[in-house]
Nanobody, 119 residues
């Protein structure tokens, strides 16, 4: 299963960006779609994730970001508003679920997309 992430870029503080993550390949069922972020010398941290049961956000989000998904397209979106310079990071999407055919599980990571917020 491959993930294609897009939507990163440079934005001024207070601005917005929308990230997309599309899963392709032999996907039978997706359990979780999520976004994580990482800055140099720090561990990767949860930004947001979505399941059939609902959503979960990192504490730092504080209502600024919204995760959603289009099940028919196996795509997750992360709408980020009121961006701050401290949101600057590489954002990675992560998807886990089950494959077609043998119904084996998968846990895939996207290539990362850079978000830079200028002050």
């Amino acid at each position: 299963v491959q993930l294609q992430a897009s939507g990163g870029g440079l934005v001024q503080a207070g601005g917005s960006l929308r990230l997309s993550c599309a899963a392709s390949g032999s996907v039978s069922r997706i359990n979780v779609m999520g976004w994580y972020r990482q800055v140099p010398e720090k561990s990767r941290e949860l930004v947001a994730l979505i399941t059939d049961a609902g959503t979960r956000y990192g504490d730092f989000v504080k209502g600024r970001f919204t995760i959603s998904r289009d099940k028919a397209k196996n795509t997750a979106y992360l709408q980020m508003n009121s961006l701050k310079p401290e949101d600057t990071a590489v954002y990675y999407c992560n998807v886990d679920g089950f494959k077609d055919g043998d119904y084996s599980s998968f846990d895939s990571w996207g290539q990362g997309t850079l978000v830079t917020v200028s002050s």
